[in-house]
């Protein structure tokens, strides 16, 4: 299932997948071989990122903070793939060149050891939304779909081109997805591991009362009490 949008000007009908909805299946070739997405990576967290373009400048930035935060992520259960529009050879030479020659906020020879997938025909841009006319017509923006064991699409941040990501937030979300589920609770701004989590809304006068004279959770009224995990 997937949210429809249409250019008006151009009357172009482009779809995206919904917060809540199964992550749209594909088959594609990467740097690492051939994908079944999200079939492959079985009860794994995943993160899909598209990035505008192989040999940019922040796109170079991004893919060497993806690179050195793989092994933080892989310990949370969670595998990394990229995606933008440009060729295997591209991508290749584009990862091959990162290795040799780039150096950045203190890092060289970084290995991008995480897969790129190959979308010459963008089907899988087109299929995710990656792709905004208002901001490329050739580029995909810089998406990130965060995709639960189950396969389902469980947030989606978008920014620009001219904006890095920042990846101690993307962090953050898969911790803050995995708290939420494990412990069935909510979590409130600026939240992050160690605070207080937040209570779902009662959904009875009774239960509004009784939570507010439960031992081990604070309310500040009724309807916002947290607990310690």
């Given at each position: 299932?997937?949210?429809?949008?249409?250019?008006?000007?151009?009357?172009?009908?482009?779809?995206?997948?919904?917060?809540?909805?199964?992550?749209?299946?594909?088959?594609?070739?990467?740097?690492?071989?051939?994908?079944?997405?999200?079939?492959?990576?079985?009860?794994?967290?995943?993160?899909?990122?598209?990035?505008?373009?192989?040999?940019?400048?922040?796109?170079?930035?991004?893919?060497?903070?993806?690179?050195?935060?793989?092994?933080?992520?892989?310990?949370?259960?969670?595998?990394?793939?990229?995606?933008?529009?440009?060729?295997?050879?591209?991508?290749?030479?584009?990862?091959?060149?990162?290795?040799?020659?780039?150096?950045?906020?203190?890092?060289?020879?970084?290995?991008?050891?995480?897969?790129?997938i190959v979308?010459?025909?963008?089907?899988?841009?087109?299929?995710?939304?990656?792709?905004?006319?208002?901001?490329?017509?050739?580029?995909?923006?810089?998406?990130?779909?965060?995709?639960?064991?189950?396969?389902?699409?469980?947030?989606?941040?978008?920014?620009?081109?001219?904006?890095?990501?920042?990846?101690?937030?993307?962090?953050?979300?898969?911790?803050?997805?995995?708290?939420?589920?494990?412990?069935?609770?909510?979590?409130?701004?600026?939240?992050?591991?160690?605070?207080?989590?937040?209570?779902?809304?009662?959904?009875?006068?009774?239960?509004?009362?009784?939570?507010?004279?439960?031992?081990?959770?604070?309310?500040?009224?009724?309807?916002?009490?947290?607990k310690k995990?």
């Amino acid at each position: 299932m997937s949210c429809e949008l249409q250019n008006q000007s151009t009357n172009q009908v482009w779809s995206m997948p919904r917060i809540g909805d199964p992550a749209p299946e594909f088959r594609a070739m990467t740097t690492k071989g051939k994908l079944n997405f999200p079939s492959d990576y079985g009860d794994s967290w995943k993160i899909l990122f598209s990035h505008p373009a192989d040999f940019t400048p922040v796109c170079t930035t991004e893919f060497i903070a993806f690179a050195n935060m793989q092994e933080e992520f892989e310990k949370l259960n969670t595998k990394i793939v990229g995606l933008s529009v440009d060729s295997l050879s591209s991508h290749i030479a584009w990862v091959r060149n990162i290795k040799e020659k780039i150096v950045w906020d203190g890092n060289a020879n970084v290995d991008i050891n995480f897969p790129i997938i190959v979308d010459l025909s963008k089907k899988v841009s087109n299929l995710y939304g990656m792709l905004m006319p208002g901001e490329s017509n050739n580029a995909c923006v810089r998406a990130v779909f965060f995709i639960d064991p189950k396969n389902i699409v469980r947030a989606i941040i978008y920014y620009p081109l001219v904006l890095g990501r920042n990846f101690d937030e993307i962090k953050r979300v898969i911790i803050a997805l995995q708290t939420a589920d494990a412990h069935d609770v909510a979590l409130p701004a600026n939240w992050v591991p160690g605070k207080e989590a937040v209570l779902h809304s009662p959904i009875t006068t009774d239960e509004a009362q009784e939570r507010c004279a439960q031992e081990g959770i604070n309310c500040t009224e009724w309807y916002l009490c947290t607990k310690k995990l």
